[in-house]
């Protein structure tokens, strides 16, 4: 097994999958709890419209569908702040926009030479250097981040109207945790791709939830069950021969719903 | 004679969604050290009251003064202590009671939220203070309504407010429970000198431990001391001609029916 390390793109996804495990192992937990799941789903389709304008103008594709998700998860934001407007609402119309923006620009440039199926569904082949050192990026920046405001989250998370009443600043909170998802998302594509990331955003937390009854316990097991599943994904994908993002996600949710099974059976045996 | 600046005060206090008027012309002063309710029928505007003083509206006419500060100004100094209305949170949230009143103490401290022992000390005595020493390890998401409601009071106090709000914070309880929660109340009044502003619909029960009763419909009906209420038309305004003040003691020994 450790001859695939010989191999620089499976070290390179080998790494990341690291990083990304310990990102979305604590990210998910605040984001299922704030009901926001369809956020993560949100955020990622709208990459579609990034990446597609990033090619229309020549633009490298990160950089694009990073200015479009950040743009975009804030202006959803603004918006439900502002506005009688639901998440699930304020997500689901730049949700198909962008979708819709992205399949113009395609269909407009005539010819193009990239991998569209590796941004919807990942290419760990297509994994490179510059991915994992952004990737090391988003860690330095958001753990600290997550270390010194954990609490003040939390309490956002639980209760956002007396969060900001006791001395939160709930408004400057909230943006940080939203450009770190939006970017995390992003820089996570290349692995699992633009449909399947949002797997990564809800799993981690739910199979936390499962086993721990303390919010410190739960974020652990989110970033050890990510981790297990990532590294299980991608070894698993390259000697069964499949994508990788769809074994990652898919053996996540098998394990997952092994899990349920067996807590629900643990319960009725308890009576 | 020294001019004493009132708690609350809102004067001429107007609010408007569309076309229709949800608060008329409210004049009304909360003196320091004061348990008033706001009561009223559902859509009558208690809450938004709650909401205006807590500095959560923007969009009003007229002036509202927290102990002669705009309520913007206050709104994150911790001057306040919050219970929301109803049982929001979700059963599920991984968390134990102790932390959830320790929240109120992290947000007080700097990077690193590094607790001290004084903090320490205040989330156990505000515990202890509403009965729930003994649950602090319990999950938040198993206890009953009213050991929920007392946790969350403590988490208010916590922040050690000069006002405390309450939205709806009999809702869930029985009646046994709504007499010691109320008790428990007056209790905090006196040791922590706080002044309490509640929301409730339930004019007969929380008549009894108020000091001064405000009733809501869109306007300011009545304002004064509970008994003075009793008596007054205005009543009949705020919920229906055919409303009946039931004036009674903890027991109910000697309910006395007063129209």
Redesign the interface.
């Known amino acids: 097994m450790t001859e695939l390390f010989a191999m620089e793109f499976f070290r390179n996804a080998f790494i990341m999958s690291c990083i990304l495990s310990v990102l979305f192992g604590i990210l998910s937990f605040f984001v299922v709890?704030r009901k926001m799941s369809f956020l993560g789903a949100g955020i990622a389709h709208t990459a579609f419209g990034g990446v597609a304008l990033g090619i229309f103008f020549g633009i490298d594709p990160f950089v694009s569908s990073l200015a479009f998700c950040v743009i975009s998860a804030l202006l959803i934001g603004k918006l439900v702040r502002h506005s009688s407007i639901s998440y699930d609402t304020g997500i689901g119309i730049f949700f198909a926009f962008s979708m819709a923006l992205g399949a113009i620009f395609i269909s407009l440039k005539k010819s193009y030479s990239f991998d569209l199926m590796g941004y919807l569904f990942g290419n760990i082949l297509g994994v490179s250097l510059t991915d994992v050192l952004l990737a090391t990026g988003a860690l330095v920046l958001f753990v600290p981040f997550m270390?010194?405001?954990?609490?003040?989250i939390?309490?956002m998370t639980?209760?956002e109207?007396?969060?900001?009443?006791?001395?939160?600043?709930t408004g400057l909170l909230d943006t940080v945790l939203l450009v770190f998802l939006a970017s995390i998302i992003v820089i996570s594509i290349k692995i699992v791709g633009i449909i399947l990331v949002s797997a990564l955003v809800v799993l981690p937390a739910s199979f936390g939830?499962l086993f721990?009854?303390?919010?410190r316990?739960?974020l652990l097991t989110g970033i050890l069950y990510t981790i297990f599943i990532m590294i299980a994904g991608l070894y698993l994908s390259y000697f069964i021969d499949t994508p990788a993002g769809a074994t990652i996600v898919t053996s996540g949710t098998l394990l997952y719903f092994t899990a349920v099974v067996i807590t629900w059976g643990r319960q009725k045996l308890r009576g | 004679m020294d001019h004493v600046i009132p708690a609350i005060e809102l004067s001429g206090v107007w609010i408007r969604y569309g076309q229709n008027v949800l608060l008329e012309d409210i004049n009304l002063k909360v003196e320091e050290k004061e348990i008033i309710s706001i009561v009223g029928p559902n859509g009558s505007g208690k809450s938004t009251i709650l909401k205006c003083i807590?500095g959560?509206k923007d969009t009003f006419r007229g002036s509202i003064k927290v102990f002669d500060r705009d309520p913007k100004e206050v709104?994150?100094?911790?001057i306040?202590g919050?219970?929301?209305q109803g049982n929001h949170?979700?059963i599920?949230?991984?968390?134990?009671v102790y932390?959830?009143v320790?929240?109120?103490r992290?947000?007080?401290r700097g990077?690193?939220?590094k607790l001290k022992p004084a903090d320490r000390d205040i989330i156990n005595g505000t515990l202890e203070k509403v009965e729930m020493a003994d649950f602090r390890k319990h999950?938040f998401g198993s206890l009953s309504g009213g050991q929920k409601q007392r946790v969350l009071i403590a988490?208010?106090l916590a922040?050690r407010p000069k006002i405390l709000i309450l939205d709806e914070p009999s809702t869930g309880l029985d009646a046994v429970a709504q007499d010691r929660f109320y008790e428990l109340l007056k209790t905090l009044r006196d040791s922590e000198g706080l002044t309490i502003v509640m929301v409730s619909h339930d004019i007969g029960t929380v008549s009894r431990f108020v000091d001064r009763l405000a009733c809501v419909k869109q306007r300011l009906h009545f304002h004064g001391r509970p008994e003075d209420c009793a008596s007054n038309e205005s009543l009949a305004k705020v919920f229906g001609k055919n409303t009946y003040f039931i004036s009674h003691d903890k027991n109910c020994e000697t309910c006395m029916d007063r129209k």
């Open positions: 709890m270390y010194m405001f954990l609490h003040r939390l309490f639980f209760d109207e007396v969060a900001l009443v006791s001395g939160v600043n939830m721990a009854k303390d919010y316990k739960v | 807590m959560f709104q994150q100094s911790g306040f919050y219970l929301p949170h979700d599920n949230f991984p968390i134990d932390n959830v320790a929240m109120a992290y947000s007080k990077l690193f939220e999950h988490r208010a922040t």
